[in-house]
C-alpha cells in the first residue's frame, strides 16, 4: 500500500484522511485486512499511538471495523455511521418536530427525484415488487416493527439506486434519526394506511415517463403524510 509521508501538524487528521480517501475510492475494498498499527506508523511517519487515534476515528464513523486482537478491516457495510453515534450526534436536534420534517422533506424528496432520474428497467422492477408487498399489508393487523422495515428498505434500496453517494449516505442518516417519530405516528392504524397507500403511489409512479407527475406525487405525499409529525 502506497501512502504519502504526513506532516508535523495535525498528524491524526491527515492519517484519517488519506485511510478515508482510499476506503470510498475503492483502493481498500470491503472486508480488506490493513497493516497493523507499527507498519501503518512507519508507512506515515508518525507514532503508533497517531495510527490508534486515527483508527478509532475511522471506526466511530463506520469506515473500519476493529476487531481485538485480529486487526483492522475495511467496513462491510459501505462506512454507515453506527446508529447510536448519529443519535447521540443529533440528540438535540431530534426534539426539534419541525426541524426533522423539514430535513425529512428536504433529504427524502431529493433522493426519491435524483431515484427517478436514475432509474432502469431492473429498478422500475423492483420498486413495483416492493409496491405489491405493501399492498398486501393489512394496515390494521400489520406487525409495527414488520411494517418500519420494510419501508426502511425501500428508502435504502431508492438511495443506493439514486446515483449519488453523498445522497444515499444522507438518506442512511435520516432513516437513523426520523426512527422514533416514525414509529409513533405509524402507531396509528389510519396513518399505517395513509403510508402504505401514499409510498404504494410513489413506487407505481416511477412506471410514469412524466417527471413532472412523478415530483407531484411525492410532493403529494410529504404534503399529508409525513407532514403528521408536527401533530405528535
Known amino acids: ?116 432520474d436514475h432509474r432502469t428497467d431492473e429498478v422500475v422492477q423492483v420498486l413495483q415488487r416492493y409496491s405489491e408487498q405493501l399492498l398486501e399489508l393489512d394496515p390494521a393487523s400489520v406487525d409495527l416493527d414488520d411494517l418500519l422495515d420494510l419501508l426502511d428498505e425501500i428508502d435504502t434500496y431508492v438511495g443506493e439506486r439514486c446515483g449519488n453517494g453523498i445522497y444515499a449516505k444522507l438518506m442512511d442518516t435520516m432513516i437513523v434519526l426520523r426512527h422514533d417519530s416514525a414509529r409513533r405516528i405509524l402507531s396509528v392504524p389510519a396513518s399505517s394506511d395513509s403510508a402504505i397507500l401514499w409510498r404504494t403511489r410513489i413506487l407505481k409512479a416511477f412506471n410514469q415517463d412524466d417527471r413532472e407527475i412523478f415530483a407531484s406525487t411525492v410532493d403529494s405525499f410529504f404534503t399529508s403524510s409525513v407532514k403528521q409529525l408536527t401533530e405528535f
Not at 512507519?42 to 485480529?70: C, D, N, Q, W
Open 1 to 116: 500500500m502506497q501512502v504519502e509521508p504526513v506532516k508535523k501538524e495535525t498528524l491524526t487528521e491527515q492519517v484519517m484522511s488519506q485511510l478515508a480517501g482510499k476506503i470510498t475510492s475503492g483502493e481498500l475494498e470491503p472486508g480488506e485486512r490493513l497493516p497493523d498499527e507499527r507498519s501503518l506508523a512507519t508507512m506515515f511517519g508518525v507514532t503508533r499511538s497517531r495510527i490508534r487515534e486515527a483508527l478509532r476515528a475511522l471506526s466511530l464513523i463506520g469506515l473500519i471495523e476493529i476487531k481485538p486482537g485480529g486487526g483492522s478491516f475495511v467496513s462491510e457495510k459501505g462506512g454507515q455511521i453506527p446508529r447510536e453515534t448519529l443519535l447521540w450526534s443529533f440528540h438535540r436536534e431530534l426534539s426539534n418536530v419541525s426541524d426533522l420534517y423539514d430535513a425529512r422533506r428536504l433529504i427524502e424528496e431529493t433522493v426519491y427525484l435524483s431515484c427517478y
